[in-house]
């Protein structure tokens, strides 16, 4: 997992299929490592601090745990950074950006607001602290497939309509920073279904075709471990048949889906299988920190005997 | 027995991402079309799920007939033609605006202007707004006896309802700001926006976007206001149909208490609009018929053992399946708890994904029998 030299993961996939949860877990086993980790959501009420049990950061960067900040960016704060970094002052910050009608301007034309809070990123990734990076990695748990390849784009769209000038130059940057696969990976989450892997197909094509993006790692969530084939050979001999018969039918139906979920896998492209990590699925009413380290564990495992073999 | 669309004839499914609504979308639409209406099933979504579900290949603003042969195998005989169509937002943003546009030149300045180009496809609610126009075009067209819209998803379900009314908000504000009246809109009025370079929000601007940046922001907005009048009669005629008698909502989710509570937020939404819910459909409902230690007893007891440790996966196994349905029955005890005078259409979990015709062609038919409110 992970096992190249990029500094911004890119999280992405459908909706539902845990980016959040990967995304945390990515971070606490780099941070575990001793790396710096940013982790940034976009706009999520702070569903990584809920998932930390810490209380919520906001827009307001802050170290959840040791080595890992957290914030949760939105478009109006991000602007407000921005805008303060390149016009420096806050009474024209005001009279711009807190005028009715760019305020609306804003809300109406949403990819303004993912290009600044791209642009924040690019600004933590150049960011130094005695002479070296601030941060050692920044994971980004971006927006669903649809949304997420949107953000991922501005930044090309907007240096096609801006002319040359400060924004521009941003715009490029925060491109360059992207497409560069020493710097940028998009790591592709999915689970074993049909629509998941429709939609990592589709972001695989997008990453190659639209985004020009390096992938990294895909992360398959909610696999379901095979059943011991021989354990249900012996209950489908068993004598006592009218007992066993529910329990069975479950089984099997649990097998069949399982079987179904790999045979969706398998559509995966070829590029995209190279480089996998598998979570078990947990069932149980809600995800606790505890599970997520259990899976940041795993992670650390895995890039350790990746680094070795 | 009462079908979901008597009396209706647009239905249209909303609910949250994930919870299986074009599956839903088109399983009516299967339903309605076996029982003799001619139908269409009109999905907006970007990924483009139901084409998936009926094998078809990448389509867009065209309407498809599925043909009888398609669904005969799984045994469902279509008594009358069923059509599907897939929205193509750009394609339907661009005929929107050859449509509405005063003049060639309006239109023109609009298609041409670098911002509208770029993002007219992410404009806030450009992709709900599709939906409502399309919908009203194939309605207007008076073709289908039943119209089965399945909606974006959202986290409102009026969203897209309003996404009209989005729209002329923005190019009411948007003229206020620039002292425009938005009667009196295009030509000669646009030099007056480019008039505002002396101010300080422009000279900003475009010392951050640079100046052409802000004339194109003008020309769009100018070019955009053209539009109003039109925007404004599509959403009177819109806003008066939906809330009619003739429109029924499908609220779609899970028993998952997320799901649910996204769930209860649009029935208010819908009520509070003066819209009218027509059902809810509980989907992917899972269930067990084992009481989980009784098993575990048996199997201890076979013929032929198990070994300590495919005991221990079985039993695990079994735990997993049966808390999983156990939480989905009490989601759903919950959600019947929770609606009054609402029909629930409860879908089982399928064997398969559901997502194929075989999919469609098991869940149809619980459609065919919907209790009507009791008052």
């Known amino acids: ?309 | 027995m009462t079908a979901l669309w008597e009396g209706r004839k647009i239905i249209v499914c909303a609910g949250t991402g994930g919870v299986g609504k074009t599956t839903v979308s088109a399983s009516i639409a299967v339903a309605a079309a076996a029982s003799g209406l001619n139908t269409i099933v009109m999905t907006i979504d970007p990924a483009r799920r139901l084409a998936n579900a009926l094998g078809l290949d990448d389509f867009g603003n065209v309407e498809r007939e599925i043909g009888p042969e398609m669904l005969e195998p799984y045994g469902v005989k279509l008594k009358a033609p069923l059509h599907v169509m897939m929205l193509d937002v750009k394609q339907t943003f661009d005929n929107m605006i050859h449509n509405m546009a005063s003049s060639p030149e309006a239109r023109d300045l609009i298609l041409r202007n670098k911002i509208y180009q770029q993002f007219s496809t992410v404009l806030a609610g450009a992709l709900e707004y599709a939906a409502v126009e399309m919908l009203y075009d194939v309605y207007a067209s008076g073709r289908y006896d039943l119209i089965v819209l399945d909606t974006p998803p959202s986290q409102n379900a009026i969203d897209f309802l309003e996404a009209p009314s989005k729209m002329i908000n923005f190019i009411e504000q948007s003229s206020n700001q620039w002292f425009l009246k938005p009667s009196a809109i295009a030509g000669k009025l646009g030099l007056r926006l480019l008039d505002v370079g002396a101010s300080i929000i422009s000279k900003t601007l475009g010392k951050m976007a640079g100046g052409e940046t802000i004339k194109e922001l003008s020309q769009f907005l100018v070019a955009f206001s053209d539009l109003y009048d039109g925007f404004q009669k599509r959403y009177d005629s819109v806003r008066s149909l939906m809330g009619s008698d003739e429109v029924g909502f499908v609220l779609v989710t899970s028993t998952q208490a997320n799901q649910r509570a996204a769930m209860r937020r649009f029935q208010n939404d819908l009520a509070a609009g003066g819209f009218k819910t027509r059902a809810v459909v509980v989907n992917r409902i899972r269930q067990v018929h084992y009481e989980t230690s009784a098993v575990q007893s048996v199997i201890k007891g076979i013929e032929d053992p198990l070994t300590a440790e495919e005991e221990a996966e079985i039993s695990q196994a079994l735990e997993q399946e049966a808390y999983l349905a156990g939480q989905d029955q009490r989601g759903l005890q919950d959600l019947e708890g929770e609606l009054t005078n609402i029909p629930v259409v409860r879908l089982p979990e399928l064997r398969l994904d559901a997502h194929d015709l075989e999919s469609l062609s098991m869940l149809h038919q619980s459609f065919l029998n919907t209790e009507e409110p009791s008052s």
């Open chain 1, 1 to 309: 997992m992970l096992h190249h030299k990029a500094r911004v993961h890119v999280v992405i996939g459908k909706g539902g299929v845990g980016k959040t949860v990967v995304s945390t877990a990515m971070a606490m086993a780099l941070a575990a490592e001793g790396q710096k980790v940013l982790l940034a959501e976009v706009n999520a009420h702070d569903r990584v601090a809920a998932l930390l049990g810490a209380r919520p950061v906001g827009a307001n960067m802050r170290e959840v745990l040791e080595n890992l900040w957290v914030v949760d960016m939105n478009p109006t704060d991000s602007i407000h950074e921005y805008a303060l970094m390149t016009i420096r002052f806050e009474a024209i910050y005001k009279a711009v950006f807190e005028n009715k009608m760019i305020r609306h301007f804003i809300r109406f034309i949403p990819s303004l607001g993912e290009m600044v809070m791209l642009g924040k990123l690019w600004f933590h990734e150049q960011e130094q602290e005695n002479g070296k990076p601030k941060y050692d990695a920044i994971i980004i748990d971006a927006p669903a497939t649809g949304h997420g390849i949107s953000m991922l784009r501005t930044p090309s769209s907007i240096e096609k309509i801006v002319p040359a000038g400060i924004m521009r130059d941003h715009a490029r940057s925060m491109r360059e920073m992207l497409t560069d696969p020493k710097k940028t990976r998009l790591h592709i989450v999915t689970l074993p279904e049909e629509m998941p892997v429709n939609e990592a197909r589709e972001l695989e094509a997008a990453a190659k075709n639209v985004l020009n993006m390096a992938v990294g790692t895909t992360f398959i969530n909610q696999h379901v471990p095979e059943l011991p084939a021989e354990a249900l050979k012996k209950l489908a001999s068993a004598k006592n048949q009218t007992d066993l018969k529910a329990a069975r039918e479950t089984l099997n139906i649990r097998e069949a889906k399982r079987r179904a979920g790999i045979e969706h896998l398998e559509r995966l492209p070829g590029r995209l299988l190279s480089d996998l990590f598998t979570i078990n699925r947990i069932v149980g009413p809600g995800l606790s920190r505890q599970q997520v380290s259990e899976i940041a564990q795993k992670m650390l495992k895995a890039r350790s005997q990746g680094a070795s073999s």
